[in-house]
């Protein structure tokens, strides 16, 4: 696939080109305020280059927030953001560029428009345009249909490419949302919640798939709120607390029953603090 | 018997073909009805001399609403846009200059629509509530309430070009039916009609998927306010007069005609095919039913049983459960009806 010959492209080819980074993404003290409240308030956050980080804390802590700036939906109030240890111009990140710097992210619950064909669903934002900027219908329902069969493995369940999305169960959708992120070649998927609503069979399906992405040579944010799901997967946990980072382990650093003490002691932190 | 079920229900999906049968069935109803004017030629040229306007709107508006939007202020584009080419044609003496101005005058209208939407934030139904209000009042005080009559303007070649005869035929149906063939591709072929139809699906995934959501409303709305200027072109031309409230009966009749066709109210899906054949109900019902004898007052009447009959066969079409549920609750209220009888 061509990316599209435009202004976007020629600011990401040196990045993309570089070979020795260290970190596929790194923020430093980001700020991020929505009117008067502060949702991220000075959060230094790296990601490897090969590396599984788990992102942890109650609702509300800024989760959702710091991964929006990763991929490119927020622009941060103030701080910095490199991509493989190069600084990125704040005032030109996007969606388009962190999928262009080969950044994917599956966003908590809805990132798949429902009444659309799969196809749309799989190449919307970066279409394959024919000639005079048509969308090239054809070939990307051929390449759809190749990866449902092939990617998901979705064969012989009825679903194809002109299938819509409201036809498919909550575990088909998130194969799909992770399809398009694989399909695009990231270097590093952001996955939000990846397994909430699903079945038991279909999280393990989820699981599985983080784990390839770590024997793939990729990197991986993933936010859960099932403990032992993260603590089992991540390279690295990180946790948030009010906007702030307020906790740091590298596997091995933590039993899963200290963790769970600890979220726990975070949330009755609250109910104090506001009763 | 499933392959069977779904073969019949890919026939079905095929763009508008339930709408088809729907118009079929009127034209066949009106020759039954009114054998001396249906089978002859004319009344069709008739149709396709009046239709374009409305044809125009709907198919337009057909994108705004498959984004999850509203226009309510095209009535004011047709007699802003409609007066700016009559006063070019009647003071000035320039068409050309006219045609211009008018086109621009309606993608100020959407330009503004467009900022008061997307980056202001206000509700499209109200904002072009608003704006439907203000543009229509500023075209009444700028004609001082007149309207012009353009009794020689069919000597101009703009007016041959936009809605002459070839024969008996129309020349602003072309212009319209391209209108809807280029607008087709628009939604169906082009990033901005696929980012259209994420929008109106759900804004915040057309947000995380990379769409410039409040870019691409904004050029929607300009869209639909050069579509609209446009179609008060053809209108002014074909009635070869202006009047300032001359926008004032399309509100209804252009909604009516996008769902008519099967567009969702609740956006994502849109069916332009659908819109041009509902667009040619729509303009085909009042004049059938004068032809056929019925009195005037029984349009609107009639209009709203196809209009509902249309909407029910979509959803039994589109949402085979739903559908499902209705016609469960028809057969119910027969078998009651049966039993309640014997």
Redesign the interface.
Known sequence: MQPEQNGITQRVRAPLAAQTWRHIVRLEKVDMTFGRVQALADIDFQVGRNEIVGLLGDNGAGKSTLIKIVSGVLRPTAGGIWVRDGPIDLDDYSVRMAHELRIETVHQGQTLGEKQPLWRNLFVGRQILGRFGFIDVKKEKQIADQLLRQAIGFRGQGITAESTVRDLSGGERQGIAIARAMYFQADLIVLDEPTTALAVSEVRKVLAFVEGVKAAGHACIYIEHNLAHVHEVADRLVILDRGRVVGEFAKGEITLPELTNRMIALHEGHARGHG | MATADSASIRVLRIEGLPIVAVLLILVVAFMIAAPEVFLGYRIYMSFLATVPPLLVLAVALTLVIAAGEIDLSFPSIIALSGWVLAYCIHELGSPWLGLGLALLSGALVGYVNGILIARVGIPSIIATLATQFLWGGLTTVLSQGLSYSLGDVDQLLLWRLLVGRIGPFPVQALWALGVALVLW?VLN???FG??L??IG??A????????NVAREKIRMFVLMGVMAAFAAVLLTLENKNFFNTQGGGYLLEVMAAVFIGGT?VFG??ASVVGTVVGSFIIGMVEAGLVATGLQGFWVRAVVGIVFLAAVVGHLIIEEPDRGRTVLHIVRGKLAFNRKASS
């Open positions: 591709l072929r082009r990033r696929e980012h139809l994420f699906d759900n915040k995934v057309a947000e995380v998927v990379g769409v969702s994502g899906k």
